[in-house]
C-alpha cells in the first residue's frame, strides 16, 4: 500500500521566518515519484517538483528547496524568508512505479505567514 | 506544463438535479483525471478519463452518480447525478503530460458545487 504523511495540519510563521513542511511516505515500489503541490485560497492546484526516487538530490528554487531522504522516507520542503503570497495549503503527493498507479495525496499543511 | 480550464467555476443546485462540468486543454494529453476535494480534505481520484472508451473508475464511485465523457484528447465532461449535499465538493479536472516517466499532473482551477 501507498501512503503520504503530513503531520503538520497548521503551520503559522511571521512573514521572513523560514518554514519547513514535512512530508513522509510508504511505498514498496523500488521506482516512484514525488510531488509537491500548493493549493492558494483561490482553489487552483499549482504544480511545484517532480522528484524520482533514483535522485536523491536536493533543489533550490527561489526561496523553495527540497531535500529527499530515501533512508528516512521524507521529501521536506522548506520556504525560506516567507511571505504573506506564500500563505496556502501545501500536499505532498506519491505516484508509484507501475504506469497505471495513481497519485497519491497527503492531508496537507495549511501555512498561514502572517505580515 | 498545460493550461487546462473548467466551466463553470462554481454553481449552486437543488437536491436530486444533475450537473455537468466541462474540462478543456490547450493541448492533446492522453491522460485526464477527475479528482473531488471535499471542505478542508485533500483530493481524492474519482476515475480516469479514457479517450474512445469507458472511464476506470476507483473504488467507491460509480459510473451511474459520476457518468464521465471523453470524446477526444483535448475535452472531457464529468456529470454529478441525483446530487445531494454530501456531493458539495470542489471537482478537480487534471492532465498528465505526455512526457516519458514524468507523470506530471497539472489540474485546472476547479468547480466548487454547493449542493442545497
Known amino acids: 500500500a501507498q501512503k503520504v504523511t503530513q503531520a503538520q495540519t497548521e503551520i503559522s510563521v511571521v512573514e521572513k521566518e523560514d518554514v519547513t513542511l514535512d512530508c513522509v511516505y510508504e511505498t514498496r515500489d523500488t521506482t516512484y515519484y514525488l510531488f509537491w503541490y500548493k493549493q492558494p485560497p483561490s482553489g487552483e492546484l499549482v504544480f511545484l517538483i517532480r522528484?524520482?526516487?533514483?535522485?536523491?538530490q536536493n533543489e533550490i528554487s527561489g526561496r523553495y528547496s527540497w531535500n529527499f531522504q530515501k533512508s528516512t522516507s521524507s521529501f521536506n520542503f522548506t520556504i525560506t524568508a516567507s511571505q504573506v503570497v506564500d500563505s496556502a495549503v501545501y500536499f505532498c503527493a506519491l505516484k508509484g512505479g507501475g504506469a497505471t498507479n495513481k497519485l497519491i495525496f497527503g492531508t496537507g499543511t495549511l501555512l498561514a505567514v502572517q505580515p | 506544463s498545460a493550461v487546462i480550464s473548467q466551466k463553470p467555476s462554481r454553481d449552486i443546485c437543488q437536491r436530486g438535479t444533475s450537473l455537468t462540468i466541462q474540462c478543456q486543454v490547450d493541448s492533446q494529453v492522453t491522460m485526464m483525471f477527475w479528482y473531488r476535494q471535499q471542505p478542508g480534505q485533500s483530493l481524492t481520484l474519482i476515475a480516469t478519463a479514457n479517450q474512445g472508451s469507458e472511464a476506470t473508475y476507483e473504488s467507491g464511485f460509480v459510473i451511474d452518480k459520476f457518468p464521465i465523457s471523453r470524446p477526444n484528447l483535448t475535452f472531457s465532461t464529468l456529470t454529478v447525478s441525483n446530487m445531494s449535499p454530501e456531493d458539495s465538493s470542489i471537482y478537480l479536472c487534471?492532465?498528465?503530460?505526455?512526457?516519458?516517466?514524468?507523470?506530471?499532473?497539472?489540474f485546472g482551477p476547479g468547480t466548487r458545487l454547493t449542493v442545497t
Open positions: 487534471s492532465v498528465e503530460i505526455d512526457r516519458p516517466f514524468s507523470y506530471e499532473q497539472y
Open positions: 522528484r524520482n526516487s533514483f535522485d536523491e
